[in-house]
């Protein structure tokens, strides 16, 4: 980069010096030595840039070049950008001003001056940044457990941005990834909000987000039996965990349970609860909880039992709790 620059320097340095001539008697620029390297001015994309150059008594014209184009020639402004300008303070300053920089102002620049016995140069490249900003990033999606899943988060920003990902539940930690973040045989776990964060230290940050749900079959992870006395109300239990939520079915022996002939189903979000008005010894025995969704089925036995001894709770895995595969 460097060695294109110098070559970038000279090839102006011959353009100007040929136009030189056509240049009216102007400010004049304070000479600096050529042999030093060139200055580097870093504005950022939108902000506004002056070029400094200052002027003594010794010299008879000046001018500002840029890509072997005329900016300014002494006073005359030959650009015809409305944003670029002249910074004068008296015959002390000869400072051009660019507004609203953009990335296409970015190169070399050269305030050249014409003196009695020579002409020199003061060269300065100006380097635009520009914030990070997100363009493109992977839509909410649905997916199945197991599945494998690549977000995608592309940005652009000069210098260019970092990207970094978390899933911000439940402890958004960092996650290995950067334009593109795998996800391998993807787990209930691993749904939630993902963050997706460009930053080049131009600005502050952009941050965008995808939700991910991840589908799974139902899981029933309690079941709540009852003891209860002839003439009083028994209650059983089903809860389920499940995404899309599951659906729920009651049975005694083979027979589907509905609401009627003093039963009450109640279902709310992932639990059921099945209520049994009025116990009957004909009531007591074995029920069973059946939990669906498209991805899958799983049920498990309840009891509603008046003996003595008895908790009222069946474990999680309970040897009367199947799963039935989905026809």
Known sequence: MQVGRKSCWRQLQASFFRLLCLIPTGFPVRSVDMQRPSDNITIRQGDT?????????????????NRSNIIFAGQD?????????????????????IQKVDVFDEGPYI????????????????????PANIYKVTEDLTVNEGANVTLSCLASGRPDPAINWRLLNPSAEPLDGEEYLDITGIMRNQAGRYE?????????????????????????????????????????????????????????????????????????GTNTILMVANVTEED????????????????????????????????????????????
């Open 49 to 65: 840039a002056v070029i400094r150059c200052y002027v003594d008594d010794k010299v008879s014209k000046a001018a500002w070049l």
């Open 77 to 97: 402004k030959w650009s015809l950008d409305p944003r670029v300008d002249l910074v004068t303070k008296g015959q002390l300053e000869y400072s051009l001003r």
């Open 111 to 130: 305030c050249s001056i014409q003196t009695k016995q020579q002409s020199k140069t003061s060269q300065v490249y100006l380097i635009v940044q520009v």
């Open 196 to 268: 997706c964060k460009a930053s080049n230290d131009v600005a502050t940050p952009d941050v965008k987000y995808v939700n991910v749900v991840v589908n799974y079959p139902p899981t029933i992870k309690k079941t709540q039996s009852s003891e209860t006395p002839v003439g009083r109300m028994g209650t059983l239990q089903c809860d389920a965990t499940a995404v899309p939520t599951p659906e729920f079915e009651w049975y005694r022996d083979e027979k589907r349970l509905s609401n009627a002939q003093g039963v009450n189903i109640q279902i709310i």
């Open 284 to 327: 007591y025995g074995n029920y069973t909880c059946v939990a669906s969704n498209r991805l899958g089925v799983q049920n498990a036995s309840v009891f509603l039992y008046m003996e003595r001894g008895f908790t009222g709770n069946l474990p999680l895995t309970a040897p009367s709790a199947t799963i039935w595969p989905r026809r």
